[in-house]
């Protein structure tokens, strides 16, 4: 019988990052999942198990990550697929967001994953086998809705960072994949999950409507099922050979080519000064 594969969730306490945890417990994977707060875990899965260990890791801690990763190996041996999920959104303007703001999105979104990378890959390296999710969002591929420009370019980042983590790692037996969730029907857009702008500008008009849509009208009615891009996460995972680029939904397949044919119109339509430039 081929042994099921350990993996290594973050950001699993809700959304996507839970519903792919619990249905992996449920068909016998060994699962190391990260959350901020170990308890929410525990209530939502189970507690520490043979095949389950909770983990309380705070991601923009370099250190804590670095431990989080040694215990997991610890309890289970080794670790096969790392999703890298753990994000948040962070609506507002470029102007009208602080420096702080700004930062602390980019230390969840991008660092935090990167502390991941960083820890886990010298054990994939050394076992020259694994595969890697890193869950960025359609909004990492279109960045066109007014007031989520720090979230975007932070989505933006994870997926530039990944196609060269796939060079990186590939002769080590080592895949990696960006993933482009478009909207699932998950608690991202409540209150409780989305962070707005601490001061606002009400200047920005489009920006303030493209809030007020995604926490009043979209939050609870995404056209996209989690348990299905669970579905998804897994059957690729048992796949010999994994897409550097996924996109998860009909409305990102829909953004994806929206973008292509947005770019291929500029430049088509500026190729002569694109051609221009040599010598």
Known sequence: METKKVWLVTGASKGLGLTLVKKLVQQGYCVAATSRKAQALIDSVGP???SFLPLEVKLTDNGDVKAAIEKAIGHFGRIDVVVNNAGYGQIGTLEELSDEEARENFDVNVFGTLHVIRHVMSHLR??????????????????????????????????GFTEALAEEVKAFGISATVVY????RTE?????????????????EAARQSEQAHLESIGGNQPNDPEKAADV??????????P??????EDAYGMF?????RMTQDVEQWKSYTLSTAY
């Open 257 to 261: 080519e929206e973008k292509v044919n």
């Open 188 to 204: 991202f857009l409540s209150r409780s999950s989305v962070r707005t702008p601490a001061s606002p500008l009400a200047d920005y």
């Open 48 to 50: 520490l198990s043979a």
């Open 181 to 184: 969730p478009g909207y699932f």
């Open 233 to 242: 996460l897994i059957a690729i995972s048992n796949l010999e050979t994994a």
């Open 126 to 159: 050394g076992q020259r086998s694994g595969k890697i999710f890193n869950v960025s969002s359609v909004g990492g591929f279109f960045g066109g809705f007014p007031g989520w420009g720090i979230y975007c370019s932070s989505k933006f980042a994870v997926a």
């Open 244 to 249: 550097l680029h996924l996109l998860l939904g």
